[in-house]
């Protein structure tokens, strides 16, 4: 949990926006993941800035906070079980 603070309070410090290897560390998933869920969807908003791909900050962090489970049998937020 600590690492998970001082790697926020760091990226918080330089730019916002994260490119899609960054933003797939401070999530902890692999950047092919990511990749993965910007073409099927699910995954946290990104925004496009010519053609390069970026994740805000706090758009990764809503997305985290709307995944956050209490126990392995909590429905999806699509409704289904996971």
Request: no cysteine; glycine share 12%; hydrophobic share 30%.
């Given at each position: 949990m600590?690492?998970?603070?001082?790697r926020?309070a760091n990226a918080?410090?330089?730019?916002?926006f994260?490119?899609t290897?960054?933003?797939?560390?401070?999530?902890g998933?692999?950047?092919r993941?990511?990749e993965?869920?910007r073409t099927?969807?699910g995954g946290?908003?990104?925004?496009?800035h010519g053609?390069?791909?970026?994740y805000?900050i706090?758009?990764?962090d809503?997305?985290?906070?709307?995944h956050?489970?209490v126990?392995?049998?909590?429905?999806?937020p699509?409704?289904?079980a996971?």
């Amino acid at each position: 949990m600590e690492d998970e603070i001082i790697r926020a309070a760091n990226a918080k410090k330089g730019s916002p926006f994260l490119d899609t290897e960054q933003a797939a560390l401070y999530v902890g998933l692999s950047r092919r993941t990511l990749e993965k869920m910007r073409t099927i969807g699910g995954g946290p908003r990104f925004r496009k800035h010519g053609r390069y791909v970026r994740y805000h900050i706090d758009d990764l962090d809503g997305w985290s906070a709307e995944h956050g489970r209490v126990s392995t049998s909590d429905l999806e937020p699509t409704g289904g079980a996971r």
